[in-house]
């Protein structure tokens, strides 16, 4: 391999995609009842338990990537001669970006001779983990290092990402929605649409009055927006709500069909902030229409 491409945890990737593809992984961590936890292998982890416990009440803590711990797993490929292209959650929702940014410095310093590539996704699970695979497939086509980063920074501001939520009270406890918003929304079975904006931060894009119209909002943007579906794969992210999720590729498939949809349910990290019953869906848009 010419370089080699490494994500986090957040990039929510089959366990058997990253084993298939070589793609490396480093992990964020949960504390429950002040006992740390990883996430590495998706398809072992139990969503169903993990978010039925959050639904009785279980309390979930993260923590960002350290500093150490980005030294620790980029110079395992730098001094054994690899170049590294590493894509990582959003800025704009967690620091990890910034310590990776300052381990690779440190190290460029002492491995002048090799390359890191950092790309900040501007997303989250599949928002991130769809960039990680067309890195795949470009590098299995020939191209560099370099011109694989430029496609995916390019890429990055295509990738369009919207959820909704069951439970707004778990955004508010994560600092995503005021109290009152929070409250009322939870009382009146109002559900918030939700995007990535331009800087990766979660912000409102609308409202639906019900479960149902909520997923079928997602399916219009995405009937809206999509551009040329026949030739990428859409994500379908869900924190155990399989029916929904399934309900949401029917509806996204009736017009137009995407080459592939990926769905997963949400790892631990990131799923324990937007809560259990949230429902996502991550595609390319045209040019632009990200920020709309």
Known sequence: MSFRI?????????????????????????????????????????GKKFYGAMRLGAQIRTSQINLQSYLEFFEGFLKNGEDVLFVCMSSGISGSFNCATMAAAE???????????LVDSLGASLGEGILVLNAVAYREQGMSLDDVYNKLEEEKKRMYQVFTVDDLNYLKNTGRVK???????????I????KGNEDGEIVTLSKAMGRRRSIEFLAQRYHMLVESPENQTVGIAHADCAED????????????????????????????????????LFFMDGVGARYR
């Open 6 to 46: 490494l994500t986090d945890t957040s990039a929510n990737l089959p366990t058997a995609l990253l084993m298939k593809d070589h793609i490396e992984v480093i992990p964020f961590s949960y504390f429950i009842r002040d006992k740390e936890y990883s996430c590495l292998d998706t398809e072992g982890f139990d």
């Open 107 to 117: 190290l460029i310093e002492q491995y002048p001779e090799r390359s890191v590539r």
């Open 179 to 189: 109290g009152a918003t929070a409250a009322v929304g939870n009382m009146l079975q």
């Open 191 to 194: 559900k918030p649409i939700l």
């Open 245 to 280: 999720a399934r309900e949401l590729a029917d509806l996204i498939s009736r017009k137009k069909p995407p080459k592939e949809i990926l769905t997963v349910m949400y790892e631990p990290v990131t799923g324990s902030h937007v809560g259990p019953g949230t429902l996502a």
